[in-house]
């Protein structure tokens, strides 16, 4: 069975501040896909990476970035120079590659992001 | 501009009524899904349906139902008998390739059902 752990359930940080989101995940799988989502105040849940078991490389993108190791089992999220816009609630989640709507995403209980002025 | 959309944004219903929450796209998904979020927790997949005509269960289907007569459309009701339906509803879709190939759900606003 697959399972994705977010320890962290709150964060407060001030803005300019750098901060790491954790995610640790399980699965018997050796293909498989992560994600992680963003959820604003309004509730839609916004795709921010797809991730694939066999690409570790790491990922940057703007003042996000991303560092799978599989070794640990871990896909962290780090924000650097975090600003109130960040204010969320994250989402990990993990996906077996089973094909189509087949391939159900499994999430974590999400860590709610706090950046004061 | 293309994308998912939810209505109504809030509901409130009560006891005893079954009540159906709207999922309409025009991505040209193949494969739609309803999730529910409740306060503190992950999402929980209800329903999903790869092609028209079919849906599959997914972990906490009891006391829902669903139809997908359309390609775009993927209405949710749910029934007096869910227990405890009060809850946040996430509809998603994506394009379900298939082949072992995993796509990204992307998902809709969401109507925040209340049971008075």
Not at chain 1, 72 to 93: M, R
Not at chain 2, 5 to 16: A, D, I, M, N, V
Not at chain 2, 66 to 77: A, M, Y
């Amino acid at each position: 069975a697959q399972k994705v752990t977010q320890a962290q359930t709150e964060i407060s940080v001030v803005e300019k501040e750098d901060v790491t989101l954790d995610c640790v995940y399980e699965t018997r799988d050796t293909t498989y896909y992560l994600f992680w989502y963003k959820q604003p105040p309004s509730g839609e849940l916004v795709f921010l990476i797809r991730r694939n078991s066999f690409d570790e490389q790491n990922e940057i993108s703007g003042r996000y970035s991303w560092n799978f190791q599989k070794s640990t089992s871990s896909f962290n999220f780090t924000i650097t120079a975090s600003q109130v816009v960040d204010s969320a609630v994250y989402f990990c989640a993990l996906s077996e590659a089973k094909g189509g709507a087949n391939s159900k995403l499994t999430f974590g209980k999400g860590i709610t992001l706090s950046v004061r002025p | 501009d293309g994308g998912i959309t939810q209505s109504p944004k809030y509901l409130f219903r009560k006891e005893g009524q079954n009540v159906t929450l709207s999922c309409e796209q025009n991505l040209n998904h193949d494969a739609m899904y309803w999730y529910r979020q409740d306060p503190g927790q992950g999402l929980r997949l209800i329903y999903y349906s790869q092609i028209v005509n079919d849906f599959q269960k997914g972990d906490i289907a009891e006391g829902y139902s669903v139809s997908r007569e359309k390609k775009e459309s993927f209405p949710l009701t749910v029934t007096s008998a869910q227990k405890n339906p009060t809850a946040f509803y996430l509809c998603a879709s994506s394009p379900a390739q298939g082949g072992g190939y995993t796509d990204t759900q992307y998902f809709g606003p969401g109507t925040r059902l209340t049971v008075l």
